[in-house]
Nanobody, 126 residues
């Protein structure tokens, strides 16, 4: 079992930055693809970013490409999401997730994930 705990959310003004962290425990995540998803009020959960087990492969939703950067530190069992140039439409609960599926380019789906965190709220004010 893998337990995931997100942190780093909060209130930020439009144009600002936040860095989300995801701490994993229970077992090493070094063999897992790690993802970030988000769910805005009244909307379905959506894919944000993914990173391969080695960190070489990354994939982003079009809505965050060029503004968000996903990274990982397998030695620390951590995953990060650096969010820059934040917009009000980025307001959502952000979830960290782990997948044992083979790395693939493009958008990942909820059903690809094996483990989920409980989320951290990001609010971007205009």
């Amino acid at each position: 079992q893998v337990q995931l705990v997100e942190s780093g959310g909060g209130l930020v003004q439009a144009g600002g930055s936040l860095r989300l962290s995801c701490a994993a425990s229970g077992r090493s995540i070094s063999s897992y693809t790690m993802d970030w998803f988000r769910q805005a009020p009244g909307k379905e959960r959506e894919f944000v970013a993914a990173i391969s087990w080695s960190g070489v492969g990354t994939s982003y939703a079009d809505s965050v490409k060029g503004r968000f950067t996903i990274s990982r530190d397998n030695a620390k069992n951590m995953v990060y999401l650096q969010m820059n140039s934040l917009k009000p439409e980025d307001t959502a609960v952000y979830y960290c997730a782990a997948s044992s599926s083979t790395w693939m380019w493009g958008t990942w789906k909820d059903y690809d994930m094996n483990y989920w965190g409980k989320g951290t709220l990001v609010t971007v004010s205009s």
